[in-house]
């Protein structure tokens, strides 16, 4: 299974904007990167997935490195509620047991006032 | 917009004693998943199922049974519980396997065994 790299903890000021980097370089072709989070004692989160290209939502954007061995959680603002685990995970394109996730420890991204 | 449902939020056992845990999906979702997270850690996933009537393990899928008699829902058992067991369990959902389907999770149950 490939597998991602994040780091433990980072830290945001609430306003400003956050980069949340992960490192897949075992990467295959038809792997989707997946970001979710977890707020404390609440059920994990989809954010944002993508391929190839660069994705936006209404949550985050996702910024896809062109050789796709890495990847950046963008949070355009930071608030206080978004105190959270993210976890950034590849999702295999097929279906069964090599479509399933795989959950790291994630970084623990804290936003101070 | 109810989407996913665990019951029972909260659950203590004696070692030995066995329960079930329900997870029911209102998104008509092909896949479900049952993952289980213990302090500090990631979630694991116990089983998971592709479609009704069908089950397969996980990575930690010793000590559960699963079924998966309906498609809306995914049924957690533990015939005789061990303090090894005490955690949060999760329940999830996809519409499909693929890497474009994401899950969407529950709430989580918390089961303690003494």
């Known amino acids: 299974d490939a597998k991602t790299t994040q780091p433990n903890s980072m830290e945001s000021n609430e306003e400003e904007p956050v980069h949340l980097p992960c490192n897949h370089s075992t990467i295959s072709g038809t792997d989707y990167i997946h970001w979710y989070r977890q707020l404390p004692s609440q059920g994990p989160e989809y954010v944002i997935h993508g391929l190839t290209s660069n994705v936006n939502n209404r949550m985050a954007s996702l910024a896809i490195a062109e050789d796709r061995k890495s990847s950046t959680l963008i949070l355009h603002r930071a608030t206080l509620r978004d105190a959270a685990v993210y976890y950034c995970?590849?999702?295999?394109?097929?279906?069964?047991?090599?479509?399933?996730?795989?959950f790291g420890k994630g970084t623990k991204l804290s936003v101070k006032p | 917009n109810a989407g996913v449902t665990q019951t029972p939020k909260f659950r203590v056992l004696k070692t030995g004693q066995s329960m079930t845990l329900l997870c029911a999906q209102d998104?008509?979702?092909?896949?479900m998943y049952w993952y289980r997270q213990d302090p500090g850690m990631g979630l694991r996933l116990i089983h998971y199922?592709?479609?009704?009537?069908?089950?397969a393990k996980g990575e930690v899928p010793d000590g559960y049974n699963v079924s998966r008699l309906k498609k809306q829902n995914f049924l957690l058992g533990l015939e005789s519980a061990a303090p090894s067991q005490t955690s949060v369990y999760f329940c999830?959902?996809?519409?499909?396997?693929?890497?474009?389907?994401?899950?969407?999770f529950g709430a989580g149950s918390r089961l303690t065994v003494l």
């Open positions: 199922s592709v479609g009704e009537g069908t089950t």
């Open positions: 998104m008509n979702h092909e896949y």
């Open positions: 999830a959902s996809s519409s499909g396997g693929s890497g474009a389907n994401v899950l969407t």
């Open positions: 995970i590849l999702r295999a394109n097929y279906g069964g047991s090599q479509g399933n996730l795989i």
